[in-house]
């Protein structure tokens, strides 16, 4: 099924050279924004990592990893991330990291089962960061707070750009509002999530969106969590307003992340009690990890959107169907 979407009389704002220098530029322009913003170092980040560990994020419970055998390593199996949202807590422990400061990294993944359109594809890379907090920072108001300086860092790279590149003109809202996956669902009940937060950023231009992974009044989550990273009560999705596509667009997912309590409520009520036992969930329910924060935003994500581009297959090479190739072809859209 082609789920290709070409807006009327689109043509790709750059070509070529110029593509690659504003790609470049956005991706050297934000991550030290970001660093600045949270007080984040650069640390490197595994490809891949064992199976056996519980480290790998499984998403909404059915994607597959991609797996592979190790014979140099016997027993070892291992699977391309799909996210580093554990591996960073660990880390943080690991390298000594205190309340206050925290890593960022590139993170490259494969999700094999992702359904392809405009704005997803199999290869997914993001800035991932993960900080340490005090416990008095599991609030609200302190994710919000947070929330606005990673909006005012994406702010800022958007301007830069635009004077670094002249010719593009995608202007980005600052002002963030808030509301819960309840709120939204209360305002719109006769939509789908997704078309909720269009609907909603048609007037609000930048809007984070709270509590995703619950259970709302209807009986289902506005959207798949899993339940061993984010505590689902302190967590959400920035979301932009993309005037090329007209619809709502998910920059970033992040949150406060489970302490011992609400990682034993959410394995109760996703059954996922097995979990327990892997080495990363025991260290966690034992209390031996440091509470943190963190998220990912994804890195073609922030280029489509501030160069103004219909499809992430202009900003990042991947595989695509052929209907898509032939539909980007005809209509002058230029995949990497």
């Not at 206050?100 to 359109?117: C, F, P, Q, V």
């Not at 002002?175 to 719109?188: K, M, S």
Request: hydrophobic content about 35%.
């Amino acid at each position: 099924m082609n789920n290709c979407y070409i807006p009327q009389g689109y043509r790709t704002p750059l070509y070529g050279y110029d593509m690659q220098r504003a790609i470049e530029f956005v991706k050297s322009s934000f991550q030290e924004n970001l660093k600045f913003a949270l007080n984040l170092r650069r640390v490197s980040a595994p490809l891949f990592v064992d199976r056996d560990t519980g480290l790998n994020d499984n998403l909404n419970g059915v994607e597959r990893p991609v797996a592979f055998d190790i014979p140099a390593v016997e027993g070892a199996t291992g699977e391309v991330v799909h996210s580093l949202a554990k591996w960073k807590r660990l880390a943080l422990k690991r390298y000594g990291f205190y309340p206050g400061n925290g890593l960022y990294t590139d993170m490259n993944a494969i999700r094999r089962d992702e359904s392809l359109d405009n704005i997803h594809s199999v290869y997914v890379d993001q800035w991932d960061w993960e900080k340490v907090i005090n416990r008095d920072e599991r609030t609200t108001d302190h994710l919000k707070y947070t929330v606005r300086s990673i909006v005012g860092a994406v702010c800022d790279t958007c301007d830069a750009l635009r004077r670094a590149f002249p010719q593009l003109n995608v202007k980005l809202e600052r002002d963030v509002t808030f509301l819960t996956t309840q709120e939204l669902e209360d305002l719109y009940p006769d939509l789908t999530p997704s078309q909720r937060e269009t609907e909603f950023l048609k007037t609000h231009k930048t809007v984070f969106l709270m509590q995703i992974g619950k259970k709302l009044r209807s009986g289902t989550p506005h959207d798949g969590r899993a339940p061993d990273y984010d505590d689902w009560e302190l967590n959400g999705d920035i979301l932009m307003w993309n005037d090329v596509l007209g619809r709502a667009f998910e920059i970033s997912s992040m949150g406060i992340r489970v302490d011992e309590e609400s990682l034993d409520r959410q394995l109760r009520l996703s059954g996922c009690e097995d979990r327990r036992a892997l080495p990363f969930h025991k260290l966690l329910l034992e209390g031996q990890l440091p509470l943190t924060m963190g998220g990912g935003i994804g890195q073609s994500r922030l280029c489509m959107l501030m160069i103004g581009c219909c499809h992430i297959g202009e900003v990042q090479v991947s595989l695509w169907d052929k209907e898509t190739m032939d539909a980007c072809a005809a209509a002058g859209v230029h995949l990497l």
